[in-house]
């Protein structure tokens, strides 16, 4: 009689992932035994433990050499160089984010409740400090975040995303304030989210009827040997591009970002602004590079236009909002675009591979935490209805707060990419390495690469504007009467702050420390 030969677990190596949905598992458990005075304080040291375990074992990984060269769990996940930095970047942006989240008044006390109700006010009376189940729901969506660029085939990925995702799109519905906002802005993420994932299913089985594999390796050998013009592969492609690119707000899939950051609770939106976008352009890496990488003279026109496109809208549209929020979100989307730009130099030997793939790393990380500091500085800006959106409100903030203006204008130069700042070391690395990506033997897109760095020159120079449209905002325009308050912040809100500030001009004067980093971890790409 046959046997199924058992599975084999590379537990160790696993191990951040493990450590983060055990503690998602525990805190479902606390949820459905512990009593609800006792949730909070559960919760809180559960999930901050469990995130910086995983970032202490991901970093002794790293300190022993233990980067594996094989994929780990039968072939399904890939932990090498990248995705160790990846997930050292995830947790630290999670781990910043729920000291967020920590802090009083993010969320509704009672979410099936009816906006304005008796319910709802009998829920606030009752003081439950909001949803506890917040703690395991943001566990699980970090868990996912963590596994969806380290998949290494598309049925995992396809899981991880997922995984990610749903808890997402019931965080986004559980804003205290502007209720009936919150909820629209996770119904369209819930409904946006849906399509994109049948696509990505779709486009998952379209490519398995043409490879007969959904292991990224095996696809990509099959590309080597069959024809790159069979409609199932085609069809396969354009479909798995659409969930990716919706997953980084790229254009023209981008309409879900803005609605949806404005209504979400903003530490969620700090999570989702940072943490997702590092997961969702790992995974486009490891599908463009590793799964379609002999399809590249086919992905990388395409990919030229959605970068050039997603980097003109997010600049230009971002500059006719009034909403503090949804500024950020077309800066992201703009931001989403300066990324495709690193993935289009993907291309030539691997030397080039290195320096485009560590831009790329380096990007995401500085980028990541200056987006975290930015929307904890929003959460002190206070209407008597919430948080104070609406720009006009800001005005003569930097005489009213001078400090926390400061601060934040000192992200928004981050954001424009400002000498001095990590955000400028991180627009000039991605665009060196396309021009250098251009001038590679054989790249019949070299002149087409210079081509879109300038665009993004211009994008950058587009988006300055708003960027110091709300700096002058902020310190030349006279304070109104009735301006908002600012709020008190807690310990953990200062520590986001700090750190994001110090992050952002540490890396401008020295950006080398991290950009070592990336560099080792891009040349531990076990697989291309």
């Known amino acids: 009689m046959n046997t199924i030969p058992a599975p084999t677990i590379e537990y160790g190596t696993l191990a951040p992932l493990l450590v983060v949905f055990g503690a998602a598992i525990i805190g479902v458990l606390v949820e459905a035994f512990a009593p609800r005075y006792l949730r909070k304080s559960i919760h809180v040291p559960l999930t901050l433990l469990s995130l910086a375990g995983a970032f202490a074992l991901v970093l002794l990984q790293v300190l022993r ?289 290195v320096v485009s793939l560590k831009a790329i790393l380096f990007y995401l990380a500085v980028y990541g935490i200056t987006t975290v500091g930015a929307f904890a500085v929003v959460t002190l800006i206070r209407d008597p209805g919430g948080e104070a959106g609406h720009l006009s409100r800001w005005a003569g903030l930097g005489r009213r707060a001078p400090v926390l203006a400061g601060v934040f204008a000192f992200f928004l130069l981050a954001f424009a990419g400002i000498p001095m700042t990590s955000g400028f070391f991180g627009k000039y690395a991605v665009f060196a390495a396309a021009l250098s990506s251009g001038t590679q033997p054989g790249d019949s897109m070299g002149g087409w690469m210079a081509g879109l760095v300038v665009v993004g020159v211009v994008a950058s120079a587009i988006a300055a504007f708003f960027y110091v449209r709300v700096i002058v905002l902020m310190f030349f325009s006279e304070p109104a009467a009735d301006g908002p308050a600012i709020a008190v912040p807690s310990m953990g809100t200062v520590a986001v702050i700090a750190v994001s500030l110090l992050v952002t001009v540490g890396v401008g004067l020295y950006p080398e420390s991290v950009l070592g980093v990336a560099n080792d971890a891009a040349r531990n790409l076990f697989i291309r």
């Open 65 to 353: 050499g233990q980067v594996a060269t094989t994929a780990s769990a039968m072939g399904a996940v890939a932990v090498d160089g990248p995705s160790l930095f990846i997930w050292g970047v995830i947790l630290v942006l999670s781990f910043v984010c729920v000291l967020l989240i920590n802090d009083e008044g993010h969320f509704v006390a009672s979410a099936a409740a009816v906006p304005g109700s008796a319910d709802e006010e009998e829920a606030e009376a009752e003081g439950g400090g909001g949803h506890t189940e917040v703690y395991p729901l943001v566990l699980f969506a970090v868990g996912g975040m963590l596994l969806f660029p380290a998949s290494h085939d598309l049925l995992m990925m396809f899981v991880a995303l997922e995984v990610m995702s749903l808890p997402l799109y019931l965080l986004c519905g559980l804003a205290r304030r502007r209720r009936l906002l919150s909820q629209e802005a996770s119904m369209k993420y819930f409904l946006l989210g849906a399509f994109s994932s049948a696509f990505f299913l779709y486009g998952t089985a379209m490519i398995y009827g043409y490879a007969g594999t959904v292991s990224l390796p095996g696809i990509n050998e099959a590309l080597g040997k069959g024809s790159s013009l069979d409609p199932l592969l085609m069809i396969g492609f354009a479909m798995l591009g659409v969930g990716l690119m919706f997953k980084i707000g790229a254009a023209p899939f981008q309409a879900w970002k803005p609605d949806v950051y404005q209504g979400a609770p903003t530490p969620i939106t700090a999570l989702m602004a940072s943490g997702t976008l590092v997961a969702a352009v790992g995974a486009v890496l490891r599908v463009f590079w590793v799964g379609l990488g002999n399809l590249d003279w086919n992905w990388r026109p395409i990919i030229w236009g959605v970068a050039a496109l997603t980097m003109i809208v997010g600049s230009i549209l971002a500059i006719t909002q009034t909403e503090i929020k949804r500024m950020l979100a077309y800066s992201s989307i703009a931001h989403a675009g300066f990324l495709l730009v690193g993935v289009m130099a993907t291309f030539g030997s691997a030397a080039q591979n």
